[in-house]
């Protein structure tokens, strides 16, 4: 899979406030999955996005795939403590047997 | 159901030593990978197995760097002989298919530490 560009690489937030991570990439995606890691633990899949300039919602997190399938975004609103973790968005290239690519990902830090 | 069991959790060993990870997969998914994750990078994909098949392994130090899936279930990584760069955690993921994209399940990772 192609590689995504993600920023910012840190962010720090108090709780309640929002929070929101960018994947862009120079070429067209096939799809998008977003991953979370918390600190010590594995990757866990939070969803997938498809199609061009869809939007989902999974309680306070909003994913969006944009238009010309080179961009996503993640959007917390009022973050929690629990929330803290690294947030990866991968492409699993269309072709090649869901191969993930990661980058480094964006550490969510939140002070209580 | 039962995520991906991995073992050991954790392993130190001295430089030049060999060590071998094992991974059992979620029942019935076909396909089966390890990543190798840095501290502070995100998983590389290390080598991908379709039942027991190798479909990618383009970026496994083959030289050093070894793995299988008997019988198309569980797997063992293995590294022989292990350098310092190695130290890493190491992680197994399962998906129910391949061809197209499908969400994978990561199992604990073995966090390994070479001295």
């Known amino acids: 899979g192609q590689q995504v560009m993600q920023i910012p690489q840190y962010q720090h937030v108090q709780e309640g406030e929002d929070f929101t991570t960018y994947c862009n990439s120079s070429?067209?995606?096939?799809?998008i999955q977003w991953y979370k890691q918390r600190p010590g633990g594995h990757p866990v899949f939070l969803i997938q996005?498809?199609?061009?300039?869809e939007v989902k919602k999974q309680k306070r997190l909003t994913f969006q795939f944009g238009e010309a399938k080179k961009n996503s975004s993640l959007h917390i609103t009022a973050t929690q403590t629990t929330d803290v973790g690294t947030y990866f968005c991968?492409?699993?290239?269309?072709?090649?047997?869901?191969?993930?690519?990661f980058g480094q990902g964006t550490i969510l830090t939140v002070h209580p | 159901e039962a995520g991906v069991a991995q073992s050991p959790r954790y392993k130190i060993i001295e430089k030049r030593q060999s060590v071998a990870f094992w991974c059992n997969p979620i029942?019935?998914?076909?396909?089966l990978y390890w990543y190798q994750q840095i501290l502070g990078q995100g998983p590389k994909l290390l080598i991908q197995?379709?039942?027991?098949?190798?479909?990618?392994d383009s970026q496994l130090p083959k030289d050093r760097f070894s793995a299988e899936r008997l019988k198309g279930v569980d797997s063992t990584l293995k590294i022989q002989p292990a350098k310092l760069e190695d130290s890493a955690v190491y992680l197994c993921?399962?998906?129910?298919?391949?061809?197209?994209?499908?969400?994978?399940?990561f199992g604990p990772g073995t966090r390994l530490t070479v001295t």
């Open positions: 993921a399962s998906s129910a298919t391949s061809g197209r994209a499908r969400e994978q399940y």
């Open positions: 070429t067209t995606l096939s799809n």
């Open positions: 996005l498809v199609k061009s300039g």
């Open positions: 991968t492409n699993a290239g269309g072709t090649s047997y869901g191969k993930l690519t």
């Open positions: 029942s019935g998914h076909a396909t």
């Open positions: 197995f379709q039942n027991n098949g190798v479909v990618d």
